[in-house]
Structures are given as structure tokens and as C-alpha cells.
């Protein structure tokens, strides 16, 4: 399968999808650009690639269910279910204004496409959790993708779910960990000490894979991988850079939830086309 994979095409995607991401925080006057443009790869790849999912029926009973549990990178998870066709794509204009089907964060009463709300962080992995349980309970052939911060790492919650999950055996369950190395206020290493974050997913007896989380072949086949795992939950561990693709931005703390100014987005959008960069 992975051979098949257009990865020029999937990059094509991922790039427009970080313009996009951009344009709609700046024009919302706020929301989350740094943690969006580090997910966005391994989002693109999921559902692009990895998952099996039906825009027409975002409730097919065995469809693939994907949890962003760092709610708040939402951007990218909305741009990415609007280019799929889970809805028209000028919704993306409206993101966070009142009344908008696309919130601050995921709302599953509002948005097509979206699992389950999340924003508190450690509790969509718990639901994603419960997600992937229930399908072994009813023998259901879907699986469960959930999306984490590295600083959301550090809630307890999400500990007791690693633990569970490999009691349970949920192999239909897959974690990938956003691992760019900051959270909100800072580096993850010096708030609350997180390596060596892969043994301890290990210790938990999770099957564990560590990528670079923007080598778009590297996250398919990992994601490939990781679905002819049995008998154990998997997880990815992505090393990524927060704010990638736009040189001021990355692993830039000051633009975890800061939307940039017209004259930063039109330069963050330059590069992204390549201009002066001779691509
Ligand atoms: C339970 C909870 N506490 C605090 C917050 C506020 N908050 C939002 S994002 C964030 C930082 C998360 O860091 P990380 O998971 O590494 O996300 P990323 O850096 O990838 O954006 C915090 C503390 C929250 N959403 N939920």
C-alpha cells in the first residue's frame, strides 16, 4: 500500500492546508497556529491515507474514527474535514465567531466530521479510548486514531488510559503524540520533565514507533505499521517542530495562541508559496 502513495500530492495538500490554517486564524483575530502547523502532516496523512471514512455518511457505524484530543489545534482538523467534503469550505471563514458551526474547539453537536468535543486536555484520548473498547465489544472492524499534545502528556488522565488500553488489548487503537516540544508557556522539559517520553509508553506495554512527524512517507508507514499491530495499542511518536513550514514561526512559544497580523500572514503565506526561497 504504501508503495501506491502519492507523497508529492500529500505534500501539495499539507502546504495549502498550513495557508489556510493561517488565514483563518488571522481573520478570527485569534485561535492556536503553532500547534495546528505541527499536527497538520500527520493529519493530512490520516485522512488522506490511513483512515477509511465517508464524507457522505460522517455516521457509517464502521467508519474510522479520528479524536483530536489537543482540541485546541483545531484548525487543522477543520480544514482538512472541509476538504474532504464533510462540509462546504466557506465555513472555515467563520471560524470562532458566534454561531459558527467551527468553535475554538471541536464541537461534536456542531461540526460534521468531528468525533467528540475536546479542548480539556487528556480527556479526548480517554474517549478515544472508550471509542476503541466499544468497537471490540461489538465486534465492530473500525479503529480509533487519537491526536496528542507532548505537554497534554502531563495530565494524569492520560496515564490511566495508556494503562487501560494495553489491559484491554485495544489494538484497534492507535495514539499519535505531537511531540514538538513545547507547550503553552514553554519548552515541555523544563515544566514537567517528559523523556524518555517513548520508554514510558513502553512501560505501559504499548507497541511504540518514534518518526519525524513531517517525513509525510515516514508517517505512512508508520501508520501502516502501527494497523497490522495485534494484541497491543500503538503509538507514534512524532517529533515535529511547532509552527512548521513558516521560518518566524517555528518552535516560536509566543505563537502557541496568537493569531499573526495581516503583515505576518502575508509574509508566513510568501514562504509557504515559496517565494524568494527558489522552490
Ligand atoms: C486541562 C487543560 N488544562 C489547560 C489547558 C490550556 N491549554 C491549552 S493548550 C495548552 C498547552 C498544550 O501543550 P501541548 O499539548 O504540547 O500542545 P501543542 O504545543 O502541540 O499546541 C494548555 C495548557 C487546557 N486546554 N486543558
Redesign the pocket.
Known amino acids: 500500500m504504501t508503495t501506491a502513495v502519492d507523497l508529492r500530492a500529500l505534500e501539495a495538500r499539507a502546504r495549502d492546508f498550513r495557508k489556510t490554517i493561517l488565514q483563518m486564524i488571522t481573520r478570527a483575530g485569534s485561535g ?1 497556529p ?2 495546528s502547523l ?1 499536527a497538520i502532516d500527520l493529519i493530512t496523512v490520516l485522512y488522506y491515507h490511513t483512515m477509511r471514512h465517508d464524507p457522505r455518511n460522517p455516521a457509517w457505524p464502521d467508519r474510522d474514527r479520528f479524536v483530536l484530543s ?1 482540541g ?2 483545531c484548525p487543522a482538523l477543520y480544514v482538512v474535514l472541509a476538504a474532504c467534503g464533510y462540509f462546504p469550505a466557506d465555513h472555515l471563514w467563520t471560524l470562532r465567531a458566534v454561531g459558527s458551526i467551527l468553535q475554538g474547539h471541536p464541537d461534536m453537536t456542531r461540526t460534521p466530521g468531528v468525533e467528540i468535543s475536546t ?4 480527556m479526548g484520548f480517554s474517549a478515544a479510548i472508550g471509542m476503541a473498547l466499544a468497537g471490540k465489544r461489538d465486534g465492530r472492524p473500525y479503529r480509533v486514531y487519537a491526536l496528542l ?4 502528556c502531563q ?1 494524569g488522565a492520560v496515564w490511566e488510559g495508556a494503562m487501560f488500553a494495553a489491559h484491554y488489548a485495544l489494538d484497534n487503537l492507535t495514539a499519535i503524540v ?1 511531540r ?1 516540544g ?3 508557556t514553554g519548552p ?1 522539559e523544563e515544566r514537567i520533565r517528559l523523556d524518555p517520553l517513548a520508554d514510558k509508553w513502553r512501560a505501559c506495554h504499548w507497541d511504540v514507533q518514534e518518526i519525524d512527524g513531517h517525513d509525510l512517507g515516514a508517517i505512512v508507514a508508520a501508520l501502516d505499521r502501527a494497523r497490522a499491530t495485534t494484541g497491543r495499542p500503538q503509538v507514534i511518536v512524532a517529533r515535529t517542530v ?1 509552527g512548521k513550514g513558516v521560518s518566524f514561526l517555528e518552535g516560536v512559544v509566543g505563537f ?1 495562541g496568537k493569531a499573526l497580523t495581516r503583515d505576518e500572514l502575508a509574509r508566513a503565506l510568501a514562504e509557504l508559496d515559496g517565494v524568494g526561497a527558489g522552490r
Open positions: 492556536h503553532g500547534g505541527s489537543k485546541h489545534a479542548g480539556s486536555l487528556g499534545g507532548d505537554g497534554e495530565e505531537d514538538n513545547l507547550q503553552q515541555t511547532k502557541h
